[in-house]
């Protein structure tokens, strides 16, 4: 597994904002989960023990990528919540142009695991840079994991020792 992302890797289109957070504080990553749940909540498409584990899996992803933003980025940052007829995107940006890190060198307790996580609870991620920001975004299905979509896109091992 390599150190980084591949980079330009750039979201399928077709997806629609639904909503946006600025992101400066832990406060605010703290309001974007519980405002997050609500969202996806309205969504309403999927029976409730997919839209559990929907919520579940955005929320820890989210809380992931906010907090690597927040952490390694440079302001300002923001999330947003995308969505199409069969899945949600988030997307957070930082102004920083430096790849977000696949760290799995570091001992256990060290961190620098999220983005692990992160390829593994999502049907895609990836980064790329435009002209203002530093983008991390993953992709979910509404109906559940996309294990079609994982396995053509090569699923993501867990980190050496795990």
């Known amino acids: 597994m390599p150190d980084a992302l591949m980079a330009d890797a750039r979201p399928p289109d077709g997806f629609a904002e639904v909503t946006a957070w600025d992101l ?14 609500t969202e996806l909540l309205a969504r309403g498409q999927v029976e409730s023990a997919l839209l559990q584990d ?20 440079a ?16 997307d957070v940006t930082d102004t920083a142009d430096r790849a977000p890190e696949m760290s ?14 992160t390829a593994r609870l999502a049907d895609g991620v990836g980064w790329y840079l435009d002209t203002d920001a530093k983008h991390v975004w993953a992709r979910f299905a509404f109906d559940g994991p996309d294990t079609d979509h994982r396995a053509a896109q090569g699923a993501v091992p867990g980190p050496p020792g795990l």
Do not use: K
């Open 24 to 37: 400066s504080t832990s406060d605010d990553l703290a309001r974007i989960r519980r405002e997050l749940h």
């Open 54 to 73: 929907l919520q579940d899996r955005v929320v820890l992803v989210v809380s992931e990528l906010a907090t690597n933003a927040l952490r390694h980025g």
């Open 75 to 90: 302001p300002p940052s923001t999330v947003r919540l995308l969505c199409d007829a069969v899945a949600c995107l988030v």
């Open 104 to 117: 799995g060198g570091r001992p256990l307790g060290e961190g620098g695991y999220g983005m692990y996580l």
